[in-house]
């Protein structure tokens, strides 16, 4: 008797247990998210290293700010202009060049949108870049076995472009308000001027050079305009061999099981 | 993504070190000026050959280019930017000749640290022939390149 009301105790008690926990599973299976909002939002932003690097006094003002617009959760339209004012001088000469540019282009976030969700993007712009400037040499000097020679280079105005690579990464700090950071790789198709007195400095590219890099700070401002609901990628879990494969697989079964079901690594 | 955030201070510094250095003036280590570059060649021989004893001086300067130097190979003759023609003498193993250049003019970037020089273009040398035999222009455009723009025979 006692025998048999302790089986049927137990029997009782794996039932419940097996309830409780087919019950919980089941509670998980609903939390995990199988998608995620993401507000599409257009951004206002602006350069500061531009203005920094005026105020420390380098003879170089860029002036720089860009409006872009989610098409998607990883894909946003970009438009930017800006205007650079520069001035150079050494013992042998001294140049100016000054003049507004544009860019378009697109930038690419290579974050997951459970991970982005809307506040944080990272990844890379692709731009073509135009550039329309005044430059000038109002004097140089020349020294050689014949003595010393005195010229100038009239200020002529000319049309350059390029196009440039931004690897970079932003978040938003406050409620529509973010920051981020910039590389900025940059690459001349045509200069504007012929080769031997290309400008020395190209209005939104920099130092005139075949490429170019720099560093862009900024700050934006972000105005939601749609929601989407963007789907996530689950994971597949992976299904335990059948017996007979691993009768099939034989010595090395040991081995593969070691990492076989762990899940794959993504990333975030 | 904490993680990432947390770093973002430590690459905006190395970025900003990497602005800093990128805006420190650099130094000129390029050759600034552009001469004709002239090597010696024996007619004899049709062998390059350095002479024993070189003189160049620019007619109407008092200071010489080189004076009785021994093997120069090749001779560099710096041309007056402010004209569009130059003669020298030349004074080779002890012989006179006088060599003039015609050409034109064009101003060249080198780089931003260098700034500016003058190229040209090379459209005609004369010369007397005492020890001179014949002067061959082999590169029209004078550059800071080092190639060999005329062979002198002599």
Same mark, same amino acid.
């Given at each position: ?11 009782? $008690?794996?039932?419940?247990? *097996? ?11 609903? #939390?995990?998210?199988? *998608? ?17 690097? &005026?105020?420390?006094? /380098?003879?170089?003002?860029?002036? #720089? ?20 004012? +520069? /001035? ?5 000469? #001294? ?25 944080? &993007? ?7 870049? %135009? ?27 000319? &049309?350059?472009? +390029? ?8 978040? #938003? $700090?406050?409620?529509?308000? =973010?920051?981020? &950071? ?7 198709? +045509? ?26 700070? +900024? ?25 007979? @494969? ?8 040991? =081995? ?13 | ?60 300067? @008092? ?15 710096? %041309?007056?930017? !402010? ?13 006179? @000749? ?12 080198? =780089? ?10 090379? @459209?005609?040398? $004369? !010369?007397? /022939? ?14 800071? $390149? ?9």
């Amino acid at each position: 008797m006692s025998r048999t009301s302790l089986f049927i105790t137990n029997l009782l $008690l794996f039932i419940l247990l *097996s309830a409780a926990c087919s019950v919980v599973q089941g509670q998980n299976r609903r #939390e995990i998210q199988d *998608s995620v909002d993401i507000p599409l939002k257009i951004r206002a932003g602006i350069d500061v290293t531009g203005p920094a690097i &005026w105020f420390a006094g /380098k003879n170089i003002l860029n002036a #720089e700010g860009y409006i872009s617009a989610d098409i998607n959760e990883k894909i946003a339209l970009f438009v930017g202009t800006g205007y650079s004012d +520069y /001035k150079y001088s050494q013992y042998n000469y #001294e140049y100016f060049s000054r003049g507004f540019f544009f860019k378009a282009g697109v930038d690419l976030n290579i974050l997951q949108p459970e991970v982005s969700t809307g506040r944080y &993007w990272a990844g890379v712009g692709i731009r073509y870049g %135009l550039s329309s400037f005044t430059s000038g040499t109002p004097s140089f000097t020349h020294e050689n076995y014949w003595g010393i020679t005195s010229s100038s280079l009239e200020s002529d105005k000319s &049309w350059g472009h +390029y196009v440039e690579l931004s690897p970079g990464f932003r978040a #938003e $700090l406050f409620k529509n308000f =973010s920051i981020g &950071w910039s590389l900025s790789l940059r690459k001349l198709l +045509y200069p504007g001027t012929r080769s031997d007195i290309r400008p020395l400095w190209f209005p939104g590219y920099g130092s005139g050079g075949s490429v170019s890099a720099g560093v862009c700070y +900024y700050l934006s401002w972000n105005i939601p305009y749609k929601k989407i609901r963007v789907a996530i990628k689950q994971e597949e879990p992976e299904e335990p061999p059948d017996e007979e @494969d691993i009768q099939n697989q034989g010595i090395n079964t040991n =081995s593969q099981s070691l990492g076989g079901n762990r899940p794959a690594t993504r990333f975030r | 993504m904490r993680s990432i955030i947390n770093r973002i201070p430590g690459v905006l510094f190395v970025c900003t070190l990497f602005l800093a250095a990128s805006c420190t003036p650099g130094s000129c280590f390029e050759e600034t000026t552009a001469d004709v570059k002239a090597s010696f060649y024996l007619s004899s021989t049709g062998k390059p050959t350095a002479p024993d004893s070189l003189t160049l001086y620019g007619i109407g300067k @008092d200071t010489t280019r080189y004076n009785k130097a021994s093997r120069v190979q090749p001779a560099l003759i710096p %041309l007056d930017a !402010s004209a569009e023609s130059c003669s020298f003498v030349i004074r080779i193993n002890g012989v006179n @000749d006088t060599i003039s250049f015609r050409y034109s003019t064009f101003v060249h970037l080198i =780089s931003k640290e260098c700034g500016y020089t003058y190229y040209h273009n090379l @459209d005609d040398v $004369l !010369s007397t /022939k005492h020890i001179i035999d014949t002067i061959e222009i082999k590169l029209r455009t004078i550059t800071i $390149l080092n190639e060999p723009n005329i062979f002198i025979y002599y």
